[in-house]
């Protein structure tokens, strides 16, 4: 695909798949700009700490799988001691960057690729420690992820995707055998689900839902991006954008999406999605939908196409603060960052290898081995330091549209302006 690394490239948040995660504010993100990461100090403490999150859900697989990588890299590294703390999603930018500004912050902790600009300056870049014959294994899409301005600002550790998912049931239900490809398609099929009582798709409009996983895909299939080429202004009130919001609008608008699902973000069991109401939708992955559709009713599908067919997907990375041994942390980064110790943490929580020598972790599970196949219609969204700032404001105006209460060209020229203003400062 077209498009600048630097900005967008081809990363979930409560489970990175479904949680908004706040701002730091100003200040701390100024802080955290001038400040060195704390981390266990220098080159004569063999001591590493690591933060990460619940990326496996399940506490006691998740201390069972960290336990047992500390203890082989403990044994096989004498002197060397190694701890991992396992914190909330929820309030981890700010409690990162609160902990960086006073000089406590970790060696080592878990990123996702819209959080590394924001943390670039206490960033050890990892081509200082990554092995050559891991760069070479990294897939382009998990590598480039965490390339900013060509450095790789953390060591990959899994990937995931998006891709189109519809429910075999209401195919049926509505006589319905061929699947959408493109927006045309999923705008002429729309009538059919609506006349038997079901949607075509869904949306959510909850300015607390990351775009990530709601407009910005429509944004990027029509040919469109969040800034521009450079980074300096924002690009989504552009032609594409307008054209995606309408898109959007016109489903809403239609009955073809529940209208509720606009401003409020229900619990998934009460959602049309799990009740078996929705055809098709890129806002939840297959593993958020199996216990409700059925392994057997789960179709997947390519992101669907208008100027290009891209849908948004994940990479986990492990970076290096400023202020860690840098040869003892790399050393663990990298020992965790090998195909057969990240298996571990992949297969667990339902993503894939970030390197090719990682294989095929889920053999005969067809459903699986059909998202994977779609890693390479993903990206992992705008990679700036504005990123997540610029997403606040830019979701109420993209609900005020869906709302009816401006039109999508105002609604994003409305967005453009305030962001701007703060990329200007």
Same mark, same amino acid.
């Given at each position: 695909?077209s ?13 990175l ?8 504010s ?8 001038t400040?060195?990461g ?6 004569? #403490?063999?001591s590493v700490?690591?933060?990460t999150y $619940?990326?496996?859900?399940?506490e ?7 336990d047992?990588?500390?203890k082989e ?19 981890? !930018?700010?409690?990162l960057a *609160?902990?960086?500004?006073s ?5 080592v ?7 590394l =600009? ?7 870049p990892?081509?200082? &420690?990554?092995?050559a ?6 897939? !382009? ?7 900013? !301005? ?5 060591t990959?550790?899994? *990937?995931s995707?998006?891709p189109l ?8 239900a509505?006589?319905?055998s061929?699947? $959408? ?13 609506k ?7 869904s949306?959510?409009g ?9 407009? &910005? ?10 800034f521009?080429e ?12 307008v ?5 959007l609008?016109?489903?809403v608008d ?10 409020? *973000?229900p619990?998934?069991?009460q959602t =049309?999605?799990? @009740?078996g ?7 939840n992955?297959a ?7 059925? @392994? ?5 599908? $390519? ?10 997907g ?8 400023k202020?860690a ?5 790399? #050393?663990w980064?990298s020992?965790?960052a ?12 339902g993503?894939?290898?970030?390197? @090719?020598s990682?294989?095929?972790l889920? $053999? ?11 890693l390479p219609?993903? *990206? ?15 979701a ?13 060209r105002?609604a ?7 962001a701007?203003?703060?990329?200007a400062?």
């Amino acid at each position: 695909m077209s498009r600048s690394s630097t900005v967008r490239t081809s990363a979930r948040r409560g489970r990175l798949r479904t949680a908004a995660v706040p701002v730091v504010s100003t200040a701390l993100a100024t802080a955290l700009l001038t400040a060195c990461g704390g981390g266990s100090g220098g080159s004569g #403490d063999k001591s590493v700490t690591m933060w990460t999150y $619940p990326v496996i859900f399940d506490e006691a697989k998740n201390k069972a799988y960290w336990d047992g990588l500390v203890k082989e890299f403990e044994k096989a590294n004498s002197g060397v001691s190694v701890k991992v703390e396992t914190f909330p999603w929820a309030n981890r !930018d700010t409690a990162l960057a *609160t902990a960086i500004a006073s000089g406590k912050g970790p060696d080592v902790v878990y990123l996702v690729p819209d959080q590394l =600009p924001k943390y670039a300056k206490s960033i050890v870049p990892a081509d200082a &420690y990554m092995p050559a014959d891991a760069t070479s294994d990294y897939t !382009d899409f998990a590598l480039t992820s965490v390339t900013v !301005d060509g450095k790789a600002l953390g060591t990959p550790v899994l *990937t995931s995707a998006n891709p189109l998912i519809c429910d075999k049931r209401v195919f049926e239900a509505i006589g319905e055998s061929a699947y $959408p490809q493109t927006w045309a398609d999923l705008e002429g099929l729309a009538p059919k689900p609506k006349e038997k009582g079901y949607y075509a798709t869904s949306y959510s409009g909850d300015t607390q839902q990351t775009l990530n996983m709601t407009f &910005y895909p429509l944004l990027w299939q029509a040919g469109g991006d969040v800034f521009t080429e450079d980074g300096k202004k924002t690009a989504f009130n552009e032609d594409a954008g307008v054209k995606a919001l309408t898109y959007l609008k016109g489903l809403v608008d239609g009955g073809h999406t529940d209208k509720d699902l606009v401003t409020t *973000t229900p619990k998934l069991e009460q959602t =049309p999605v799990a @009740k078996g109401k929705v055809a098709c939708t890129w806002q939840n992955v297959a593993a958020d939908v199996e216990p409700f559709w059925g @392994k057997e009713n789960i179709v997947v599908r $390519p992101p669907l196409k208008d100027a290009e067919s891209v849908g948004y997907g994940t990479v986990g990375a492990l970076s290096m603060l400023k202020g860690a041994n840098e040869e003892v942390a790399g #050393d663990w980064i990298s020992f965790v960052a090998e195909a057969k110790n990240a298996a571990g943490l992949e297969k667990e929580s339902g993503y894939f290898p970030a390197r @090719k020598s990682g294989g095929d972790l889920y $053999p005969g599970d067809a459903l699986q081995k059909a998202v994977g196949d779609t890693l390479p219609t993903m *990206t992992a969204g705008p990679l700036h330091d504005k990123s997540r700032e610029v997403m606040g404001v830019l979701a109420p105006e993209i609900q005020a549209a869906l709302l009816g209460k401006k039109s999508p060209r105002d609604a994003l020229d409305a967005a453009a302006k305030a962001a701007d203003a703060m990329l200007a400062r």
